[in-house]
């Protein structure tokens, strides 16, 4: 098997606030799944007894795990330490007469060989089950200092290997303490071992877990982080600290909070969730999992999910800004055999236990095409209907599917591939379909492919969706039309995608979260409707507007001339390249032009513009908007609000007409900038009575001129003169 498991790229992980980036500054998710085995009394990973260890790794991507979390005991890394009678030797001969050490060495290498990262997690010190009986990260056979002498010997070990990203130091350290600097005291401990392994291993995150109790507050052992506030932990490298609760429903422990009314997102958000919510750093769930089998259980469970996925407060709508990822988390557990939890798989090891699946669809990345599946070979006259869950259907060039409905139905299934190299119409619906209950479908459109639709030319329902277009994708109402309600759905495109009607809407978006990605040509409008939608078009060109609808949006441009409007919402909007026009809307959005001759428009609330290197034009709306020309000759227009304008270099010209506000222009410089109030008709003796001086500031009364308002130089040190001034 090829391998694709993560979907970050390769090289170490950082950390800048709540986010977790990859080598290039992308934010990503950690999404893990515990095998856990290695720390227990056979010191292997559970279920060799069963089945083919690479055969579940496999598997593990295939679902769409990014990563291993992988319990172990001090007393496995030990080179005396043998594998108990854990193995079908039959099922895995390459681990015959291995150390457990040496199988970790295994699992790391095919790891790396699949995509899989993996996370090392010091769950006890001696082999057993569960964390140390004493609740802290030494006991009597295994002191702290051998702790961290283990930890130096691994990153050594394992510091440059491509498939280990982080060290999880200690295993729900129950007993410990948060701060005092005393010998229970898990803060300074943890720092001490973090900054060992960092440096030996300087790439590695140090993933770092709660308490059992705080101040009185007992929570989850692991989850309690309440701490953190007054004491954080610092190492001494920056961009590596993940703090790492554990939270469980009340089927592990019937926990006060799940029957005295508590609202579950407060609970999370006061032990743990603060520091993502609040910045301080990211957050991966090191444990959570269930059976399922209650409706208190499930009742956390989808509240964890969508708090995880960054909805705080419950109402269905995600709390994060474009670009951003949710938090990062490892599920517990691979195995079945967990006595609390059970696992994603049944009790056989073979299959999948589809709760659980079905629970974690919304985090997990199975958007990977495989072709194979159903070929169609030759020409057909009726579309194709996907009857089942995770088919896969693959076009041949030169074929062609027609039907006089839907071309290809992909109904309300999940899981399908459809790789598209010929072509696919459906006369009068749409060439491609996704059902409003669709999960996790993927169309690939090849070069040679086309869809053709009489309304649309594919149509995207349901959510985590993914289009990725190289051919041709075009319908009489719209090229690709967004209907999820929920989730979010993805558009790639490097080919072309039009409209064939009388409009002139290319992409038609949703009322959900929209994700455009645009590295090709479509010609026409984008209009991305509601949600937090994202628009990137470095690399492509569109013959239209780029709508961003009633969301929070982010739109960024091309190398091209960009036309771009957020509409209501706090948008931002970047031009990139080209000579751009960016229009702000209701919302308090930011405008940045970048290269070329840019124009940029504020809306009607208080927007932020900034025009970049060239010669550009930027508008004050009805707001009080900031203006900041950049390094060209800008000429910059106050509104009605009161302004904040600054030149920024260049030969700047500050243009007012009509009634305005109290404007502020920050940086005139005499001689250079102008200040254009054609548009008053005033003399110059007019002129000369209006101009004034205050403090360190020259004034313009701009109500004298027939305006409304005061004009402020700011820092000028003396009054205007006619010189200043187009008039």
Partial sequence: ???????FADGPLSTSGNQILDVNGDAVEIRAVNWFGLESDIMVPHG????NWQDMMNEMVDVGFNTIRLPFS?????????????????QNPDLQGLTPLQIIDEILDYADEIGLRVILDHHRSGQGAGPNDNGLWYTDAYSEADWIEMWEFLAARYGDHPAVIGADLHNEPHSGVWGGGGANDWARAAEAAGNAVLAVA?????????????QGDSYWWGGQLEGVRDRPIELDVAGRLVYSPHDYPASVFDQPWFSDGSDLFEVFREHWGFIYEEGIAPILIGEFGSRLETAADRAWAEAIVAYLEGDFDGDGTPDIGAGEA???????SWNPNSGDTGGILNDGWTTLRQNAIELLEPMLDSLDVILGGAQITGDLTEGVVVSGNNEDWVTLPGTSVTDSGIGFDFGDFDGGAYALGGSVTGTAGAGVAFGRLSYGNVLT?????VAFGGESGVVIGGRNNLVDNAGSISGGSAGVEFVATRGQNVLQNSGTIFETG???????????????????TIIGDLRLAGGNDVYRGEGGSVNGVVYGGN????LTGGDGVDRLNGGNGADRLRGFGGDDRLVGGGGGDALIGDGGADRLQAGGGSDDLNGGAGADMLFGGAGADTLRGGAGDDIIVGGAGADGMFGNGGADVFRFAGATGADVIGDFRQDIDLIDIRSFGVTATALESAIGVSGDDATVDLTALGGEGLLTVSGRGGALDAGDFLF
């Fill in 1 to 7: 098997m090829s391998g694709d498991g993560a979907d």
């Fill in 48 to 51: 060799l007894w069963a089945r």
């Fill in 74 to 90: 001090h007393e496995a890394i030990d080179a005396a330490s043998r594998p108990g009678n854990g193995v079908d030797y039959g």
């Fill in 202 to 214: 300087a790439d590695w995150l140090i993933i770092i877990e709660g308490v059992g109790s705080y």
């Fill in 326 to 332: 949710g938090m990062s988390f490892a599920w517990w």
């Fill in 445 to 449: 459109v090849a070069t040679t492919g």
């Fill in 502 to 520: 009388s409009g002139s809407v290319a992409v038609q978006g949703s009322g959900n979260r929209d994700v455009v990605e645009n590295a090709g």
């Fill in 551 to 554: 969301g929070d949006d982010g």
